[in-house]
């Protein structure tokens, strides 16, 4: 009779005993899911987010407002309008300082463009419209311009870095720089630019 009283005693006790202990069991459970819920939230963050990538600068379409060339006597003098594309692909702003695009013939110098300095907003492409003259007067002898000339084009490079900074939440900033080169097909004949490529 006693131990039948005894387990009517101690039965309520256990079960308290074991909802409690299924209780802490699930509590864990959820711990557990969230802490690694949060590691995966903050290496995607770190992978994604925080991941600085070099922004990258080219040269928009090529308007050529006048352009005169002579093959006789090797020359060319032109003047275009294009647009410099700042391209920030990063999840906060890139601030750069100013930075000239030198434009050149066979690897000479023939004009430059200044660029002021400016902000690419995050994931935003800034765009600086600009006029271009370039000039062979500053150019040696050279007899390979007279046959480009005489076969109807005149091929320009350029090439620009501009540096600065990319600043993710206001906290982190990381200087980076970005180049360009650009290579550039003119039409004598029709005053037109006949390809573009930047890299």
């Given at each position: 009779m006693s131990e039948k009283a005894h387990d009517v005693e101690t039965h309520p006790f256990h079960a308290d005993e074991e909802r409690k202990r299924q209780k802490r069991i699930?509590?864990?459970?959820?711990?557990?899911?969230?802490?690694?819920?949060?590691?995966?939230?903050?290496?995607?963050?770190?992978?994604?987010?925080?991941?600085?990538?070099?922004?990258?600068?080219?040269?928009?379409?090529?308007?050529?407002?006048?352009?005169?060339?002579?093959?006789?006597?090797?020359?060319?003098?032109?003047?275009?309008?294009?647009q410099v594309r700042v391209r920030n692909t990063n999840w906060g702003p890139y601030k750069f300082?100013?930075?000239?695009?030198?434009?050149?013939?066979?690897?000479?110098?023939?004009?430059?463009?200044?660029?002021?300095?400016?902000?690419?907003?995050?994931?935003?492409?800034?765009?600086?419209?600009?006029?271009?003259?370039?000039?062979?007067?500053?150019?040696?002898?050279?007899t390979m311009l007279g046959t480009e000339l005489s076969s109807g084009v005149l091929v320009l490079s350029s090439t620009a870095t501009l540096t600065g900074k990319v600043e993710l939440m206001m906290i982190m900033k990381k200087r980076k720089s970005a180049d360009m080169a650009c290579s550039m097909v003119f039409s004598v004949a029709t005053n037109t630019v006949q390809n573009l490529e930047c890299e």
């Open positions: 699930k509590m864990y459970k959820y711990i557990g899911i969230f802490i690694v819920f949060q590691i995966v939230v903050i290496t995607v963050f770190a992978l994604t987010v925080m991941k600085v990538k070099t922004p990258k600068v080219r040269l928009g379409n090529i308007y050529v407002q006048s352009l005169t060339a002579n093959a006789a006597a090797p020359s060319f003098d032109m003047n275009f309008a294009t300082e100013a930075g000239t695009i030198t434009f050149m013939y066979a690897g000479l110098p023939v004009g430059q463009v200044y660029i002021p300095e400016g902000k690419a907003g995050m994931r935003s492409t800034k765009k600086i419209d600009v006029m271009v003259s370039v000039s062979s007067a500053s150019l040696p002898a050279n």
